[in-house]
């Protein structure tokens, strides 16, 4: 007799050496990457300037590859090791439009970094913390061996990135599923609006906030007119701020039956042409008309 919850498919596995030198989670998530990564070497597919890639958003990477974890913790992952050198990232997709990232490793950084933290563990390996992960405490080894100083309390030591996180997942629990789809796809595109291609946390936390000004059915509805419109794909935050302004209750309840009925894109793109929106208008949608 065998358990359903043990399996014969494909596993997600992680070395061990690589879990204590960047942290489970970071170890996890290259691991995967190089596992997409060889079996495009195996293909042939996707060589591009001297290596092999492989794409997907940060929500695709969520749903089909961690879904074990929250959104947030998978951008931050992806984040740590991009900051660290270890993920490369560029843009080869054929539309413009398409904001997905394409992601290759830098082996040789990582086998740097490996035989550095390897040469500091020899040289002290019963130092406080020398056997630590990288990461900042989260997957820190639960056998620390003959300390010479007691453990730091480090479980009651939440750093203002992490505070930070807890505040977004905690304010995008307001929206469905399929809302933050387009939450997260709007993200994605609106990223390209900095000039390093990355949006701070904080002001990720800033823009939700904002939004917990509108009932979540006008947010989806602001997000989902932006991103169906590539021209103002290179307009920041203020611009979905004034289309939540001056949404009616008539527009986002046209777009909810749309939505409920599954009206084609093509026929959806016509509705909006019809739409005569003003983003800089003050005029406010009302929070008390029955839009059902």
């Not at 300037?49 to 992806?78: A, C, L, Q």
């Not at 300390?147 to 469905?176: C, D, G, V």
């Not at 387009?182 to 000039?195: A, H, M, P, Q, V």
Request: with cysteine; charged share 30%; net charge negative.
């Amino acid at each position: 007799m065998q358990s359903k919850h043990l399996f014969n498919k494909r596993p997600i596995v992680v070395d061990t050496d690589l879990a204590i030198c960047f942290g489970v989670n970071e170890a996890i998530v290259i691991q995967q990457i190089h596992y997409w990564l060889e079996i495009n070497r195996e293909t042939e597919k996707n060589f591009i300037n001297g290596r092999y890639w492989t794409y997907n958003s940060i929500g695709d990477w969520h749903e089909k590859n961690f879904p074990f974890w929250s959104y947030d913790t998978v951008k931050r992952i992806f984040k740590e090791l991009e900051k660290l050198g270890l993920l490369i990232t560029d843009n080869f997709n054929e539309q413009k439009r398409d904001r997905t990232k394409w992601y290759s490793i830098d082996y040789e950084k990582l086998d740097q970094l490996m035989e550095a933290k390897n040469n500091q563990r020899s040289k002290s390996p019963n130092a406080l913390g020398q056997d630590a992960p990288m990461s900042l405490g989260q997957n820190a080894p639960m056998d620390q061996g003959n300390l010479p100083q007691p453990l730091p309390e480090i479980n009651t030591e939440i750093t203002t990135e992490k505070k930070i996180n807890m505040q977004i997942e905690n304010l995008r629990q307001r929206y469905a599923q399929d809302a933050l789809t387009i939450i997260d796809e709007y993200f994605e595109i609106l990223r390209f609006t900095r000039r390093g291609g990355q949006i701070a946390d904080s002001v990720i936390l800033k823009i939700y906030k904002e939004w917990e000004n509108f009932r979540p059915d006008v947010v989806e509805y602001a997000l989902k007119l932006y991103i169906d419109n590539p021209k103002h794909h290179d307009k920041k935050e203020n611009y979905c701020y004034g289309i939540m302004r001056n949404a009616t209750a008539e527009q986002v309840g046209e777009y909810l039956l749309r939505k409920q009925s599954k009206v084609p894109e093509a026929t959806w793109g016509k509705a909006r042409e019809k739409l005569n929106i003003n983003p800089g208008s003050n005029k406010r949608f009302d929070f008390e008309e029955d839009i059902e």
